[in-house]
């Protein structure tokens, strides 16, 4: 099973593979701001696991289910970059709050999440209404204030 570092491990050497055609441990070490050292270990790790073949000093290549996973590790971050961008919030946020939901969400929920933003794309004219009613309700004197009551959303009024 993959823990959350091996996912983002996984997910930048797909990364860096994509763009550069290669990923050494320094530019790993660089992209995660982590000592060169940790990625040796991750990276006998994840060749124990069979995600990477690693060899010291000779490179490191994707196994297949390696690649399958980086990829999906890609696929996951950009499409909960893409939610959060149609809903407003400003890039830093977005790369924070990214890092901390990506980890923790359910595969069906990331299946609906995955449905909602293709939804969102594939109907820009829906996409620009929730930005104006985001925007109005922004702008709004009267804010409704929601409680959490019981596990369910009400209206206090």
């Not at 909960?80 to 939901?101: A, K």
Request: hydrophobic letters at 35%; aromatic letters at 6%; proline letters at 3%.
């Amino acid at each position: 099973m993959l823990t959350p570092s091996m996912e983002d491990y996984l997910e930048k050497i797909y990364e860096l593979m994509k763009d550069k055609g290669y990923a050494r441990v320094s530019d790993i070490a660089v992209s995660l701001s982590v000592q060169p050292s940790s990625v040796t270990k991750m990276l006998q790790k994840l060749d124990e696991q069979d995600y990477v073949t690693y060899e010291k000093y000779r490179g490191i290549v994707l196994t297949k289910s390696g690649e399958q996973m980086g990829r999906a590790m890609k696929q996951r971050h950009s499409m909960l970059e893409d939610l959060l961008r149609m809903l407003g919030l400003e890039e830093e946020t977005i790369r924070v709050d990214v890092e901390g939901i990506e980890h923790h969400v359910s595969p069906q929920t990331l299946c609906e999440l995955t449905s909602l933003v293709e939804f969102f794309q594939n109907n820009p004219d829906i996409l620009a209404a929730f930005a104006t009613h985001r925007f109005t309700r922004a702008n709004d004197d009267e804010v409704v204030e929601i409680s959490v009551n019981r596990g369910r959303l009400s209206d206090d009024q």
